[in-house]
């Protein structure tokens, strides 16, 4: 848990570091006084400028004040009236404000809410570095994948087969894995239609035509979601004893699996790079399953301010060089955070999965057979787990007469 804890915090530090959370007090110190003698006092278009940046104008507090005043425009007779009639402006200070008597039939925390100037920011972001950066990383992932088996090759069973084979994985661990690993891809194509769907196959297909798929592909991603979910708990049950770190784990690291030399140090059922892949899972798929459920259910499930406000207590925020995180969000911008939260995590697994993908079908030869049959040749076995085939043959050898082998 406390591994988990730190995980969780770095990346809702890294997350909120992308956001504009405004200058330290040096930097606010540093920003030049805006000139308002030509309004009157009234907002000037680098106040707008500023507050589209996420910077503070020094009039905040003023403009609050005028928020909370009445509004006094002319009467809907008068239109040619100072304030315009009922457009004036201390009425739409009020709404951006959320301090507007406003009353609607429609109930839910963000029914009221008609203004929240953190859209921009989410959008800008969400349009460029996420779509960017996200598009590097799986490309790049993939590229190096490509220069590795060009240089490595393929790894082979270093021994003569023996025609034996050893169960690997009982039939519900390959039902678990393939509807974990089957869910996911989907969710991924599907998730990258929708974020990056309006850049690419509009300009390749048309309007039309993007229309159809994206609406096909949200109800895809929305409802095999739960499938995803229900498989992580399946495995996490299945797999866990199995994942936790013991000494031949960093063996296994420092010799770096034997994937870049002949020979491969000894494991058990799982070894450390296996398990590392099973904690990204499980770390990961559990981050983006609970982000998920706030998209599924929107405005239900704010997560961020109360996460943000515990960073600033325990002054994490401050240890990192960050200014004070926001502790008072619109429920929008809840949702604008965990939209791009689950963005950015699932990136990141889907860059881990490609790595597992390969390493596990053409990186190494019998490695498939596992997932695929159940059922691996015992030399394979042998050279990649050799502890855990020595367990399976000790259980074989105290079980009863009349036991089936496993081989």
Known sequence: MTLLRHLLIVLVLGLAALAPTGPSA?????LPEIDR?????????????RRQEGLKTGDD??????????????????????LGGASDSLGWLQLRY??????????????TVLIQDSGMWWLEFREGPLLTYGGYLLLGT??????????????????????????????FERFSHWLLAGSFILLGLTGLISLMGRKFLIPALGHEAFSDIAIVSKWVHNNVSWAFMVALVFIFFL????????????????????????????????????KLIFWSVIVLGASISVSGLALLFPFELPMFAATFAKLNAFGITEMVGLAPLPETLAPHQEMQYSQLWHAIVSFVLMAIILAHIYIGSVGMEGAFDAMGKGDVEEQWAREHHSLWVDEVKAREGAAPKGATPAE
């Open 26 to 30: 040096q930097e606010a110190d540093a």
């Open 37 to 49: 003698s030509a309004t009157g006092g009234a907002t000037t278009l680098e106040d707008i400028l």
């Open 61 to 82: 507090a003023a403009r609050l004040e005028r928020a909370l005043e009445t509004t006094g425009g002319a009467p809907e007779s008068e239109q040619l009236g100072t």
């Open 98 to 111: 959320d301090a507007a008597d406003v009353s609607t039939q429609v109930r839910g925390p963000a029914a």
């Open 142 to 171: 993939i590229g190096l994948l490509v220069l590795f088996f060009l240089i490595r090759g393929r790894i082979r069973i270093d021994g003569p087969k023996t025609g034996r084979t050893i169960q690997r994985f009982a039939a």
């Open 239 to 274: 797999w866990v004893m199995h994942n936790l770190p013991d000494r031949t784990d960093i063996n296994w690291l420092l010799k770096g699996g034997g994937i870049f030399s002949k020979g491969h140090p000894p494991a058990k059922k799982f070894n450390a790079g296996q």
